[in-house]
């Protein structure tokens, strides 16, 4: 008999996991997703003559194996693109990560030396006065010190994140690739090359939008006999004799089902598994309650203009702009626009009660039109059309003590022993899609291989998902 596979989401995490499983025949695979469309926050849709992604979304991987992969999958849809990324700071454009040589030559010579002087300071207090390092404040000032901190890491945390003070060291670990400014100085002085951990010099985008990835996935995994309940909201996970035994969703009909499993993997936002089994001990519940996510704003200007930006994407540290980025579609790929158009994206993130997401399209709209204003990148007479896009949960935050409180969602793994907790929301896990794919592979192969949950599942995720970087 074959054993059944219920996957929660259909995002590049819930996809992969699908197509690796889809790939043995003694598997039968059932994909769940609340939206009518595969993809999550990988999707990209139509505007018009536009093709629109969530933000910005290049395919970049260390991951071994990752890249050759999709690449395989992809075919010759996928272009290779150079990468062009900034950040402006005191009026200018700056090369991004940040050079030693523009940030000597072009930050003005008093910033420049309190550049310096603080970086040494610092470097003289951890020799001899080094500080436990707790925070992602703690952590930046320690590899860069406190000037540099200031003018950069603080404000570009506090817009993405929340602040840096009180949030743990893994998120600066994950999000910081740069090794500090000695490993940059040491680089300038003896080696010309660029350091493919800390940097992209190119990334993989498919020609007709980044969605393709995941549309791909389902094409092939559909094809391979895998069936998608789209339009299907997980209502409850039901479990009996210290097993989950299926889950009940609610079609867009209204209509209840409910679908058996043998093994259960796990990828909409974890804090939702307090709901999803009610009768958790209250302590879990508890825990889920304080798993927290930062919601995701996307502004889109669309425009009658040629390409407006310096580069892929900027990012904007300064307090006076709400972004913390702006990127353009065209610059990833030509064809996403009509031609004498482009379409500037505005990203950032916030929570619940923050002004912005209570704002309309047209308040919002404007906020940011008054922002973007002194960077005469386009006139109001160019806008074609402005709209956002919102999404609940995507950010992670990793504040001071989240670990214990993810340590308690993750015991159920063991617990139940046919759970399984993968991605960036269902793992909590500040990651990218090349990350996610790694992890829908890995645990398809996981589940093939030893049809439980095993000891093995908890190494797989410290020897290899938790050595994940971001890279920019
Ligand atoms: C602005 C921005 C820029 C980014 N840039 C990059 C980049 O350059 N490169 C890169 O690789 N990655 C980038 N990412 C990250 C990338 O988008 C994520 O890593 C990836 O989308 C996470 O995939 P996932 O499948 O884990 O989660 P998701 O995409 O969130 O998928 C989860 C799915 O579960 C569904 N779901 C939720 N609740 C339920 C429920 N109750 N019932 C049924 N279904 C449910 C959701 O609808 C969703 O489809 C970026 C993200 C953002 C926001």
């Known amino acids: 008999m074959k054993s059944r596979v219920v996957i929660l989401g259909a995002g590049v995490t819930g996809l992969s996991a ?8 003694e598997m039968e695979v059932h994909v769940v997703e609340k939206e009518s469309e595969v993809g999550g926050l990988c999707r990209s849709f139509q505007e018009g003559a536009f093709t629109l992604d969530y933000g ?11 890249t050759e992969h999709l690449c395989e999958i992809m075919g010759d849809e996928f272009l290779v693109r150079e990468k062009v990324q900034k950040i402006f700071m005191d009026g200018k454009y700056f090369s991004f990560p940040l050079s030693l ?6 930050f003005s010579p008093l910033k420049s030396v309190q550049i310096l002087v603080s970086f040494g300071w610092q470097a003289i207090k951890n020799i001899i006065k080094p500080k436990s390092i707790a925070t992602y404040s703690d952590f930046v000032v320690a590899k860069f010190g406190n000037k540099l901190y200031q003018s950069i890491f603080q404000p570009m945390a506090k817009k993405m994140f929340g602040n840096p003070e009180k949030l743990d060291r893994r998120l600066a670990e994950i999000r910081i690739s740069s090794p500090g400014l000695v490993a940059v100085l040491k680089n300038v002085l003896f080696s ?16 007709a939008g980044f ?14 006999g895998v069936k998608f309940h789209l339009g299907a909201t997980v209502k409850r996970i ?6 989950v035994q299926g889950v009940r969703v609610e079609n867009s009909d209204g209509t209840s089902e409910l679908l058996p499993c043998d093994q259960l993997v796990y990828t909409i936002p974890m804090q939702l598994i307090g709901e999803l089994i009610p009768e958790l001990p209250a302590e879990v519940r508890q825990a889920s309650r304080f798993v927290r996510y930062r919601h995701t704003i996307v502004y889109y200007f669309l425009l009658k203009s040629p390409e407006v930006l310096p ?41 619940e009660e923050d002004p912005e997401w209570g704002m309309n399209d047209e308040q919002l709209g404007d906020r940011l039109m008054q922002q973007l204003k002194p960077l005469n990148l386009f006139s109001e007479d160019q806008v074609v059309k402005r709209f956002s896009k919102r999404f609940k949960n995507f950010y992670p935050v990793y504040d001071v003590g989240y670990e214990s409180r993810v340590k308690r969602l993750r015991d159920l793994e063991t617990q139940f022993n046919n759970l399984y907790f993968v991605g960036r ?23 093939h291989e030893k049809q439980q949950v095993g000891t093995e599942w908890s190494q797989l995720r410290s020897e290899r998902f938790e050595k994940y970087r971001i890279v920019d």
């Open 192 to 207: 010309k090359k660029v350091d493919r951990n800390v940097s992209a010099p190119e990334f993989h985008y498919p020609k």
């Open 18 to 25: 699908a197509y690796r499983l889809s790939q043995f025949p």
């Open 211 to 224: 969605g393709r990835i995941p549309a791909k996935l389902r094409e092939k995994a559909e094809a391979n």
């Open 425 to 447: 929301v269902g793992d909590f896990n500040y990651n990218n899609s090349d990350q996610c794919f790694d992890m829908g592979y890995s645990v398809a192969n996981h589940i």
């Open 238 to 243: 039901e479990h009996s004799h210290g097993k």
């Open 56 to 66: 910005p979304h290049k395919f970049y991987s260390n991951v071994p194996g990752v």
């Open 101 to 106: 040589f523009e940030m000597l030559t072009r």
């Open 311 to 351: 580069g892929m994407w900027v990012f904007y540290p300064g307090p006076e702009f709400r972004f913390g980025r702006l990127s353009e579609m065209t610059k990833f790929s030509p064809a996403l626009a009509p031609t004498g158009h482009t379409a500037l994206m505005a990203d950032f993130t916030c929570l």
